[in-house]
């Protein structure tokens, strides 16, 4: 229904700056060849934009620069020494996260986790401090986990599953 829209929406527009352009024309009033023109050129591009369900994948990394950019400003302005190190999910932590530890020489007290903490400043001692985030792509992982109606443990399995979650995204079309 959206693209039928559009495409209304776009041919009207041209449509209305076609007859203004050759009014403008035929009747020798110049007044309407901006305006016709510029009916043309906005239905043109009405046209060619692209529906709410479609993104370029160029358009993905230009939209994720900015987190990624925003994310490495806070570890540098945080003064955050250590690798980012991946928390597998356990009692405090249900879903994992990852853990990006103050110093690069760190020590870890699982005990202290917990889904409602970001800044890990209320332990024993600075080597415990961090920064603490949710998993990057479990939304995705929890999609081939529904497809496969419980928990993923062979990378046999994530192929198996992966045609029909692209699919269900809308990332891949279903073979006829």
Known sequence: MRVKLELISGISIALIGTMMLLYSVVSGNSDFINMGLAGIFLGAIVLTIKGQE????????????????????????????????????????????????????????????????????????????????????????EKFEEHLEGEITSVGEVESASSSVLKALNLAKAST
């Not at 806070?74 to 405090?92: F, M, T």
């Not at 903490?117 to 080597?127: A, D, K, Q």
């Open 54 to 141: 479609y993104v370029k994948r160029s358009t993905l990394s230009l939209t994720l620069r900015a987190y990624h950019e925003s994310l490495r400003r806070i570890v540098e302005d945080l003064e955050l020494e250590g690798n980012a190190l991946y928390i597998p999910p356990y009692e405090n932590l249900p879903k994992g996260g990852l853990f990006i530890p103050l110093r690069k020489d760190f020590d870890i007290d699982p005990g202290r986790f917990g889904e409602d903490i970001v800044f890990l400043t209320n332990v024993g001692s600075e080597r415990q401090m961090g920064l603490l985030l949710r998993s990057p792509g479990l939304e995705l992982l």
